[in-house]
């Protein structure tokens, strides 16, 4: 009872908060809002490009050239062998017929006909998997040149080197996105609990004249950080869904193009429903911090 | 915290109080009272002797340089946390300045302690108006600019008495008032000390007669005499 009965007058104080300075309250949510809006909308966007990531190979490959008298048992054998080795997600078998083939589709050379000999060797394509690093690439390669069949063995590791780069620098700027967002994020809270504050010395004053303890004093900032953060989630998950259903089809025609299908969505409403609470939390521990604070250097 | 304290013993004690603020302004030196459960006791000074700096320390916003301060056999200063909100709770105070909220009615400002004391908004609001009625303020529905003086400082008087403390201290209660709102609001205090409240009143003068009861200390160049 007691509980419930301090709890309701938070929220009533927030309220009152809320009317003392209404145009900063907007202002914090809308800056809320544009913090948010950023990393939410590239999560919508990574979340919805998984898919199509998921089909491309971005494993790196060693093309394991094959001397011409290996007979086709042994391939076979040596096929197997290495799909079973650790780290490695496929390997294909390009006949030598099969490349010859494909050669004279792609020169368009008639020429290759009249050849009295298949010049080409059977190949093994050894694709590792993605999460393989570049070290581990040239090991891998040094391995497979030594066994028995092998006349040569050629990975382009440079790609994958600029992949995994890519890749690095991506993480470290969805990072960086992300510790600014949310330090950004900290910033509007604080500053918002300092204002009101100010607003608020006159009630501060008396709440500690009639003996109310630091968490009474603290609760409707804590409450009012809590909602700010919150509505500023919920304006972002609009903006959002806004751009994303404004930009969705002119991005599904350019996935298009490249024989893809790209569907741009907001995150699924159970993952907003944490995100909602996660930015209430935070924002509410981080209110109740400042206002602790802000009473101590007040006191 | 005061049902234990022994009923004979002095609610409110200072013991050789001294209180500088800065090497070139002494406000207190070597001051001695004690007031009682059931006193009222007024004291007078220039302005600027120290009285509200001698309410101060009792309600534990200042810690004493030298000497002790006790209210029911605690020392404010000394305390922390839960322990000084307990204290604090079972003190009223009544600041020169009032301090009434201006965004919300008299009704809620006299609710305020009741609630930061845990009550229930039906509770705070019962013993608020009982509060008001006590303090002759029948109807405080109105914000307190729409109040006068004497009302006001009635309603703060409500306000610091909602909680039911053992000690009221209450700073320049007559400071703006007429001779005769001045001898109501004295009437008034005596009565909570008859109740059995320590009731301690600063005041630069004597504003109208103070009741038979009431106990005179003066505060004079940081010394106090009977």
Do not use: C
């Not at chain 2, 006068?148 to 909602?162: E, F, P």
Request: no cysteine; aromatic share 4%.
């Amino acid at each position: 009872m007691k509980a419930l009965a301090v709890r309701a007058h938070a929220l009533r104080e927030m309220a009152r908060l809320f009317r003392r300075r209404p145009g900063s309250f907007l202002l914090a949510v809308v800056l809320a809002a544009a913090a948010f809006t950023v990393p939410l909308a590239g999560a919508s966007i990574a979340r919805s490009a998984a898919p199509l990531a998921q089909q491309l190979p971005i494993g790196p490959e060693i093309n394991l050239f094959l001397a011409a008298s290996a007979p086709t048992t042994d391939i076979r054998q040596l096929q197997s062998q290495l799909a079973a080795r650790p780290g490695v997600a496929q390997v294909e078998w390009i006949t030598r017929e099969a490349a010859l083939k494909a050669l004279a589709q792609r020169t368009g050379s008639s020429g290759l006909g009249d050849l009295k000999a298949n010049p080409l060797p059977d190949v093994l394509v050894v694709t590792l998997s993605a999460q393989t690093a570049p070290g581990e690439v040239e090991k891998t390669l040094a391995e497979l040149r030594r066994l028995p069949r092998v006349e040569s063995a050629v990975a382009d590791t440079g790609w994958h080197r600029q992949l995994t780069a890519i890749l690095r620098a991506a993480t470290l700027a969805v990072a960086l996105v992300g510790g600014l967002a949310a330090a950004l994020l900290v910033l509007i809270v604080l500053a918002s609990v300092q204002l009101q504050l100010t607003t608020s010395a006159e009630y501060v004053r008396v709440l500690r004249l009639v003996g109310a303890d630091t968490r009474f004093m603290v609760r409707p900032f804590a409450y009012a950080g809590a909602l700010t953060l919150a509505l500023g989630m919920l304006a972002a998950a609009g903006l959002t869904w806004a751009g994303l259903a404004a930009v969705a089809p002119q991005a599904a025609d350019l996935a298009q193009i490249y024989g893809a299908t790209l569907s741009l969505q907001t995150l699924p409403p159970q993952w907003l429903a944490a995100l909602l609470a996660a930015a209430a939390i935070v924002g509410g521990a981080t209110a109740a911090l400042g206002a602790r604070w802000g009473l101590r250097r007040t006191r | 915290m005061t049902q234990a304290y022994p009923a004979n013993a002095p609610l409110i004690e200072l013991v050789r109080v001294r209180k500088d603020f800065g090497p070139a302004r002494p406000v207190l030196r070597e001051v001695s009272f004690a007031v009682e459960r059931g006193q009222l006791v007024v004291l007078t000074g220039a302005n600027g002797a120290g009285k509200s700096t001698v309410l101060q320390l009792i309600a534990g916003w200042l810690a004493p340089d030298e000497g002790r301060v006790a209210v029911a056999g605690e020392e404010p200063a000394r305390l922390r946390g839960a322990a000084l909100t307990a204290l604090r709770r079972a003190i009223g105070i009544v600041p020169q300045e009032l301090q009434l909220l201006s965004d919300r009615s008299v009704l809620e400002n006299v609710m305020l302690p009741a609630l930061a004391a845990g009550l229930s908004r039906k509770a705070a609001r019962e013993r608020a108006g009982a509060a008001l009625q006590r303090v002759g303020l029948a109807d405080g529905d109105a914000p307190p600019a729409r109040f006068s003086a004497g009302a006001q400082q009635r309603a703060a008087l409500a306000r610091a008495i909602v909680n039911r403390p053992a000690v009221l201290l209450v700073d320049e209660p007559t400071a703006f008032l007429d001779a005769a709102a001045a001898a109501d609001l004295l009437h008034l205090l005596a009565e909570f000390a008859q109740a059995g409240v320590a009731v301690l009143m600063a005041s630069h003068g004597e504003p109208a007669p103070l009741p038979a009861a009431a106990r005179r200390l003066r505060l004079s160049e940081g010394r106090i005499s009977e």
